[in-house]
């Protein structure tokens, strides 16, 4: 059973740069989309960036330019590296997959950021981002 532990969350200045991590065990070999969530007291959870297997990535308009998504090339890792932090961007973190073949893609496929088409998920991580 695939397993999610980020790490990397830490509070720092506006303008600055984290990077989370998330190691993935009991992976299968199979093919997975990989996202990074966020969720902000009292909101509800949006997706921040995904990368689907075949390479297709996703961003949120609020990330566009400031973060990036990437996964390691032995399939054990994804990463967030997180750049011009603003304190709009302060939130929980969590790292989620889903095995691509069991998600109904429509066109556009927008279920890459969506919350509801993800199976496991990491405990998540917080960002603290002061003014």
């Known amino acids: 059973q695939l397993k999610l532990v980020e790490s990397g969350g830490g509070s720092v200045q506006s303008g600055g740069a984290l990077r989370l991590s998330c190691t993935a065990s009991g992976y299968s070999h199979r093919s997975y989309c990989m996202a990074w969530f966020r969720q902000a007291p009292g909101q509800e959870r949006e997706g921040v960036a995904a990368l689907d297997a075949d390479g297709d990535m996703r961003y949120a308009d609020s990330v566009k330019g400031r973060f990036t998504i990437s996964v390691a090339s032995n399939k054990l890792a994804s990463y967030l590296q997180m750049n011009s932090l603003k304190p709009d961007d302060t939130a929980m973190y969590y790292c989620?997959?889903?095995?691509?073949?069991?998600?109904?893609?429509?066109?556009?496929?927008?279920?890459?950021?969506?919350?509801?088409?993800?199976?496991?998920w990491g405990q998540g991580t917080q960002v603290t981002v002061t003014s």
């Open positions: 989620a997959a889903v095995e691509r073949g069991s998600i109904h893609w429509t066109p556009d496929r927008p279920q890459l950021l969506l919350p509801d088409e993800y199976s496991t």
